[in-house]
């Protein structure tokens, strides 16, 4: 039976109280086999979470583990490390989800729709040939196909590929 959670939590995210604490900061703290915030993977630089407010099935948000906002001040080795993570988190969504293709992307600065403007983080969104159907179009509502924590647990699956050279 396939499971639908039609997309009414996003207002959580846009009600939510306001706090000064920085989640990508939050899950940096905690160990790497914690369950907490949907992480996916942790080194010491870089974080992979799946987006509790997802704009479609399998979105990660992959972020420096230190607090920052400027692309420009992360050095080559850290911006080297977080691509080699994104190439890494294609690999699981495409074994894991088999999408049609890709939405990857950063926005820096708060006027660029960055809801976290505070700490960089870059979005990998999978897209499906069925991401506009009847449901979508005509009563203008997203339909998730599957609830996060069964994302989750499939695309834990293949974790070892974050730990592949």
Do not use: Q
């Amino acid at each position: 039976m396939i499971e639908y959670w039609i997309w009414t939590d996003r207002m959580k995210w846009i009600k939510r109280r306001k706090t000064k604490k920085c989640f990508f900061c939050e899950a940096a703290k905690l160990g790497r086999k914690t369950k907490r915030l949907n992480i996916l993977y942790k080194s010491k630089n870089v974080l992979v979470l799946m987006n509790s407010y997802p704009y479609n099935t399998g979105h990660l948000l992959v972020a420096p583990t230190k607090h920052i906002a400027d692309f420009g001040r992360l050095s080559n080795e850290e911006i080297k490390e977080i691509f080699v993570i994104v190439k890494k988190c294609l690999k699981i969504l495409k074994k894991a989800l088999k999408p049609s293709g890709f939405n990857i992307g950063l926005n820096i600065g708060k006027f660029s729709g960055a809801s976290i403007e505070d700490h960089l983080h870059i979005h990998i969104v999978p897209r499906f040939k069925t991401d506009f159907g009847f449901i979508e179009v005509v009563s203008k509502t997203k339909v998730m196909p599957e609830y996060l924590k069964k994302t989750y647990e499939r695309l834990m699956k293949y974790k070892k590929i974050f730990y592949e050279d």
